[in-house]
T-cell receptor, first 116, second 109 residues
Protein backbone atom coordinates (compact mmCIF):
# COMPACT_ATOMS: atom_id res chain seq x y z
CA UNK A 1 0.00 0.00 0.00
CA UNK A 2 1.01 3.63 -0.42
CA UNK A 3 2.90 5.42 2.36
CA UNK A 4 1.54 8.86 3.24
CA UNK A 5 3.40 11.66 4.98
CA UNK A 6 0.99 14.24 6.37
CA UNK A 7 2.24 17.50 7.90
CA UNK A 8 1.89 19.05 10.37
CA UNK A 9 0.83 16.35 12.79
CA UNK A 10 -0.76 18.94 15.04
CA UNK A 11 -1.09 22.69 15.36
CA UNK A 12 -2.70 25.31 17.54
CA UNK A 13 -3.95 28.31 15.57
CA UNK A 14 -5.55 31.64 16.37
CA UNK A 15 -9.06 32.24 15.16
CA UNK A 16 -9.21 34.14 11.89
CA UNK A 17 -5.96 32.66 10.59
CA UNK A 18 -5.49 29.76 8.15
CA UNK A 19 -3.70 26.42 8.28
CA UNK A 20 -2.36 24.54 5.28
CA UNK A 21 -1.94 20.79 5.60
CA UNK A 22 0.30 18.84 3.26
CA UNK A 23 -0.11 15.27 2.06
CA UNK A 24 2.82 13.60 0.30
CA UNK A 25 2.55 10.07 -1.09
CA UNK A 26 5.49 7.83 -1.93
CA UNK A 27 3.97 6.75 -5.26
CA UNK A 28 1.52 7.99 -7.86
CA UNK A 29 -2.10 7.55 -6.86
CA UNK A 30 -5.30 8.02 -8.78
CA UNK A 31 -7.50 9.37 -6.04
CA UNK A 32 -6.71 11.64 -3.09
CA UNK A 33 -9.29 12.57 -0.49
CA UNK A 34 -9.51 14.90 2.48
CA UNK A 35 -11.59 13.95 5.52
CA UNK A 36 -12.51 15.74 8.73
CA UNK A 37 -12.98 13.97 12.05
CA UNK A 38 -14.60 16.23 14.63
CA UNK A 39 -14.01 15.39 18.31
CA UNK A 40 -15.64 12.09 19.19
CA UNK A 41 -17.14 11.77 15.73
CA UNK A 42 -16.69 9.68 12.64
CA UNK A 43 -14.95 10.74 9.43
CA UNK A 44 -16.68 13.05 6.99
CA UNK A 45 -15.43 13.45 3.44
CA UNK A 46 -14.60 17.07 2.66
CA UNK A 47 -13.54 16.72 -0.96
CA UNK A 48 -11.79 14.69 -3.61
CA UNK A 49 -8.58 16.34 -4.80
CA UNK A 50 -8.34 16.16 -8.58
CA UNK A 51 -5.01 16.46 -10.32
CA UNK A 52 -5.00 19.40 -12.71
CA UNK A 53 -8.52 20.58 -11.97
CA UNK A 54 -10.68 21.93 -9.18
CA UNK A 55 -11.46 19.66 -6.26
CA UNK A 56 -14.88 18.04 -5.96
CA UNK A 57 -16.52 19.15 -2.71
CA UNK A 58 -19.12 17.29 -0.70
CA UNK A 59 -22.30 18.88 0.48
CA UNK A 60 -21.64 21.37 3.24
CA UNK A 61 -18.05 22.10 2.25
CA UNK A 62 -17.02 25.00 0.02
CA UNK A 63 -13.86 25.99 -1.78
CA UNK A 64 -13.57 29.37 -0.08
CA UNK A 65 -13.32 27.70 3.33
CA UNK A 66 -11.36 24.60 2.28
CA UNK A 67 -9.21 25.41 -0.75
CA UNK A 68 -7.39 22.35 -2.07
CA UNK A 69 -4.48 22.01 -4.43
CA UNK A 70 -3.21 18.94 -6.24
CA UNK A 71 -0.36 19.89 -8.55
CA UNK A 72 0.68 16.30 -9.32
CA UNK A 73 -0.17 12.65 -8.63
CA UNK A 74 1.77 12.44 -5.35
CA UNK A 75 0.99 15.67 -3.49
CA UNK A 76 -1.98 17.66 -2.24
CA UNK A 77 -2.68 20.44 0.23
CA UNK A 78 -5.78 21.34 2.19
CA UNK A 79 -6.12 24.83 3.63
CA UNK A 80 -8.63 25.53 6.37
CA UNK A 81 -9.35 29.24 6.12
CA UNK A 82 -10.67 31.89 8.51
CA UNK A 83 -10.40 29.53 11.44
CA UNK A 84 -12.97 29.36 14.20
CA UNK A 85 -13.09 27.05 17.24
CA UNK A 86 -15.63 24.89 15.36
CA UNK A 87 -12.83 23.95 12.94
CA UNK A 88 -10.97 22.16 15.72
CA UNK A 89 -10.78 18.62 14.35
CA UNK A 90 -8.48 15.99 12.98
CA UNK A 91 -7.97 16.33 9.24
CA UNK A 92 -6.93 13.21 7.34
CA UNK A 93 -5.58 12.67 3.88
CA UNK A 94 -6.49 9.42 2.15
CA UNK A 95 -5.38 7.93 -1.15
CA UNK A 96 -6.43 5.14 -3.43
CA UNK A 97 -3.59 3.69 -5.42
CA UNK A 98 -4.14 2.83 -9.07
CA UNK A 99 -4.75 -0.85 -9.73
CA UNK A 100 -5.68 -1.76 -6.16
CA UNK A 101 -9.39 -1.86 -6.77
CA UNK A 102 -11.75 -1.02 -3.99
CA UNK A 103 -9.50 -2.09 -1.16
CA UNK A 104 -6.51 0.16 -1.73
CA UNK A 105 -7.47 3.04 0.53
CA UNK A 106 -4.70 4.28 2.83
CA UNK A 107 -4.89 7.06 5.40
CA UNK A 108 -2.33 9.50 6.68
CA UNK A 109 -1.75 9.85 10.40
CA UNK A 110 -3.85 12.99 10.51
CA UNK A 111 -3.41 16.61 11.53
CA UNK A 112 -4.90 17.55 14.87
CA UNK A 113 -5.98 21.20 14.69
CA UNK A 114 -6.95 23.22 17.74
CA UNK A 115 -8.30 26.73 17.20
CA UNK A 116 -8.07 29.13 20.13
CA UNK B 1 -27.64 9.25 1.11
CA UNK B 2 -25.63 6.35 2.37
CA UNK B 3 -25.71 5.60 6.08
CA UNK B 4 -23.53 3.33 8.19
CA UNK B 5 -24.38 2.62 11.83
CA UNK B 6 -22.47 1.04 14.68
CA UNK B 7 -22.90 0.76 18.41
CA UNK B 8 -20.69 3.24 20.23
CA UNK B 9 -19.10 1.13 22.97
CA UNK B 10 -18.05 -2.46 23.65
CA UNK B 11 -16.19 -3.86 26.65
CA UNK B 12 -14.74 -7.35 26.81
CA UNK B 13 -12.41 -9.30 29.07
CA UNK B 14 -8.92 -10.07 27.87
CA UNK B 15 -8.90 -13.45 26.14
CA UNK B 16 -12.58 -13.33 25.22
CA UNK B 17 -13.90 -12.77 21.72
CA UNK B 18 -15.14 -9.34 20.63
CA UNK B 19 -17.90 -8.90 18.08
CA UNK B 20 -18.46 -5.45 16.59
CA UNK B 21 -21.56 -5.01 14.47
CA UNK B 22 -22.37 -2.61 11.64
CA UNK B 23 -25.35 -1.97 9.37
CA UNK B 24 -25.32 -0.04 6.14
CA UNK B 25 -27.91 1.14 3.64
CA UNK B 26 -26.14 1.43 0.28
CA UNK B 27 -27.00 -1.66 -1.75
CA UNK B 28 -24.41 -0.68 -4.38
CA UNK B 29 -21.50 -1.08 -1.97
CA UNK B 30 -18.71 -3.02 -3.60
CA UNK B 31 -16.36 -3.35 -0.63
CA UNK B 32 -16.86 -3.15 3.12
CA UNK B 33 -14.02 -2.31 5.43
CA UNK B 34 -12.93 -2.36 9.03
CA UNK B 35 -10.46 0.29 10.18
CA UNK B 36 -8.77 0.63 13.56
CA UNK B 37 -7.88 3.97 15.13
CA UNK B 38 -5.68 4.07 18.19
CA UNK B 39 -5.50 7.24 20.31
CA UNK B 40 -3.75 10.07 18.49
CA UNK B 41 -3.20 7.98 15.37
CA UNK B 42 -4.63 7.80 11.87
CA UNK B 43 -6.72 4.97 10.49
CA UNK B 44 -5.26 1.52 9.94
CA UNK B 45 -7.01 -0.79 7.50
CA UNK B 46 -7.62 -4.04 9.35
CA UNK B 47 -9.48 -6.01 6.74
CA UNK B 48 -12.00 -5.69 3.96
CA UNK B 49 -14.53 -7.93 2.27
CA UNK B 50 -15.88 -7.85 -1.25
CA UNK B 51 -19.65 -7.55 -1.38
CA UNK B 52 -20.15 -10.96 -3.02
CA UNK B 53 -18.44 -12.78 -0.15
CA UNK B 54 -20.07 -14.06 3.04
CA UNK B 55 -17.03 -14.48 5.22
CA UNK B 56 -13.38 -13.65 5.38
CA UNK B 57 -10.89 -14.84 7.97
CA UNK B 58 -7.50 -13.31 8.62
CA UNK B 59 -5.66 -14.66 11.67
CA UNK B 60 -7.65 -13.48 14.73
CA UNK B 61 -10.11 -11.50 12.61
CA UNK B 62 -13.28 -12.89 11.09
CA UNK B 63 -15.59 -10.74 8.99
CA UNK B 64 -19.15 -11.86 8.32
CA UNK B 65 -21.32 -10.18 5.71
CA UNK B 66 -25.07 -10.63 5.37
CA UNK B 67 -25.78 -8.73 2.19
CA UNK B 68 -29.53 -9.35 2.35
CA UNK B 69 -29.76 -7.67 5.76
CA UNK B 70 -26.89 -5.24 5.00
CA UNK B 71 -25.16 -6.35 8.19
CA UNK B 72 -21.42 -6.61 8.70
CA UNK B 73 -19.58 -7.88 11.75
CA UNK B 74 -16.00 -8.09 12.92
CA UNK B 75 -15.01 -10.81 15.35
CA UNK B 76 -11.68 -10.54 17.15
CA UNK B 77 -10.64 -13.81 18.75
CA UNK B 78 -8.58 -13.89 21.94
CA UNK B 79 -8.90 -10.13 22.42
CA UNK B 80 -5.80 -8.48 23.87
CA UNK B 81 -5.29 -5.13 25.64
CA UNK B 82 -3.54 -3.91 22.49
CA UNK B 83 -6.83 -4.30 20.64
CA UNK B 84 -8.32 -1.43 22.65
CA UNK B 85 -9.12 1.22 20.04
CA UNK B 86 -11.96 2.68 18.00
CA UNK B 87 -13.12 0.42 15.16
CA UNK B 88 -14.76 1.99 12.14
CA UNK B 89 -16.92 0.16 9.68
CA UNK B 90 -16.96 1.73 6.18
CA UNK B 91 -18.62 0.97 2.91
CA UNK B 92 -17.27 1.87 -0.51
CA UNK B 93 -19.13 2.29 -3.77
CA UNK B 94 -16.06 2.66 -5.93
CA UNK B 95 -15.83 6.41 -5.54
CA UNK B 96 -15.68 7.20 -1.85
CA UNK B 97 -15.92 5.66 1.60
CA UNK B 98 -18.75 6.26 4.04
CA UNK B 99 -17.84 5.63 7.66
CA UNK B 100 -19.84 4.57 10.66
CA UNK B 101 -19.58 6.43 13.94
CA UNK B 102 -16.98 4.03 15.31
CA UNK B 103 -17.12 1.54 18.18
CA UNK B 104 -14.87 2.16 21.15
CA UNK B 105 -13.55 -1.26 22.20
CA UNK B 106 -12.25 -1.47 25.75
CA UNK B 107 -10.41 -4.62 26.78
CA UNK B 108 -10.50 -5.25 30.52
CA UNK B 109 -7.74 -7.23 32.24
Amino acid sequence: SAVISQKPSRDICQRGTSLTIQCQVDSQVTMMFWYRQQPGQSLTLIATANQGSEATYESGFVIDKFPISRPNLTFSTLTVSNLSPEDSSIYLCSVQKAGTGGYGYTFGSGTRLTVV
Amino acid sequence: GEDVEQSLFLSVREGDSSVINCTYTDSSSTYLYWYKQEPGAGLQLLTYIFSNMDMKQDQRLTVLLNKKDKHLSLRIADTQTGDSAIYFCAEGNGRQLTFGSGTQLTVLP
